[in-house]
């Protein structure tokens, strides 16, 4: 089972991020990147929002780095972690559009990109960039066909669909990878049957353990019975982790103690069919996350 990480800084929602973010930017992004990077995790994150309504700002904030430059800068200072988008919503933009950005740090990052995609929440956000907030769920489908086409191979992509038309157009550089693998976001119905019949991979909304093997269970039987064979991600969020005994308050539902004991509540989830886990770790600071993430990497990764 493969461990990736959400980096830290990039958003900073109250629901996760530490207090020692509000006071940090790109050195500290770095280092974090940098670490996860030599610990071993097989990606790190970076989230999506153009812009957050007063409304939401209090329990969201405003401050959401743009995955796009967030994660070419990460390529630069990164040498073997995937560049994964979680997620981007794709239906902001024109695929086009979504796919010269991405193609490009897929090049440049020598064939790391991992293109996560969602379909969003904000409406607001969409109204001000004039896209159809009811209509997303069609919007997003249709994108993941589109952009299948314009990250493939072929220097002139094509494309013809309801929302989306074109042809004759070309694009380069063009992504290293031969297909850059896109996983699909979320835990609605609408969401997983996406995921089953349209993604290499599901990035789960939180599901908690219990909740997770009849999703992972309806992923399989709809890609069977859609007589789809090609490999697929699994993907599951962990609990929020201390690699070791703290001694400040990490909160009840951190999972905490020695890296073997932890290691086997997380093989747990590689027992449901989980291929890769997303981890977030308590910290008081960058030194101590990245004292975190080094902890991980040598004590709990040879386990997974």
């Known amino acids: 089972m493969k461990y990736g990480i959400q980096l830290p800084v990039q958003s900073q929602s109250t629901i996760y991020a530490e207090p020692w973010e509000a006071g940090a930017g790109p050195e500290d992004l770095v280092e974090v990147a940098r670490a996860a990077d030599r610990a071993g995790f097989a990606y790190i994150a970076a989230c999506d929002h153009v812009a957050v309504p007063r ?23 990164t040498e073997r972690a995937r560049l994964l988008s ?9 695929p086009l559009l979504t796919a010269k950005q991405y193609a490009t740090i ?11 995609v969602g379909a969003g929440h904000v409406q607001e956000e969409f109204e001000a960039l004039g896209v159809d907030f009811a209509g997303r769920g069609a919007v997003l489908d249709e994108s993941i066909d589109a952009l299948r086409s314009a990250l ?21 550089p063009r992504p290293t990878q031969s297909r850059v693998p896109v996983w699909v976001g979320g ?29 992972i269970e309806r992923i399989r039987r709809l890609r069977a019975e859609a007589g789809i ?8 969020i962990a609990e929020p982790l ?8 990490v909160g009840r539902r951190t999972l905490s103690g020695a890296p073997d ?15 890769q886990i997303q981890v977030r770790f308590r910290s008081r600071g960058r030194t101590e996350l990245i004292d975190q993430i080094s902890a991980f990497g040598a004590y709990m990764g040879p386990h997974l």
Request: proline share 8%; charged share 20%; net charge negative.
């Open 152 to 172: 493939g191979p072929d220097e002139f992509p094509e494309h013809h669909g309801k929302l989306y038309d074109f042809a004759d157009l070309g694009q380069r």
């Open 242 to 249: 201390y690699v070791g005994t703290p001694t400040w308050d």
């Open 261 to 275: 004991a932890l290691a086997e509540s997380l093989r747990a989830y590689r027992a449901m069919g989980v291929d």
């Open 187 to 215: 835990s609605s119905p609408a969401a997983v049957r996406r995921a089953a019949l349209k993604g290499d991979g599901w990035l789960p909304q939180g599901d908690p353990r219990d909740r997770l093997p009849a999703q």
């Open 86 to 94: 979680h997620v981007a919503v794709v239906g902001l933009r024109h």
């Open 106 to 116: 897929d090049h440049l990052s020598g064939g790391r990109l991992i293109l996560g």
């Open 55 to 77: 409304r939401l700002a209090p329990a969201m904030s405003t401050v959401w780095y743009d995955p796009v430059a967030t994660l070419a800068f990460l390529a630069a200072v």
């Open 229 to 236: 064979e090609a490999p697929f991600t699994v993907g599951a």
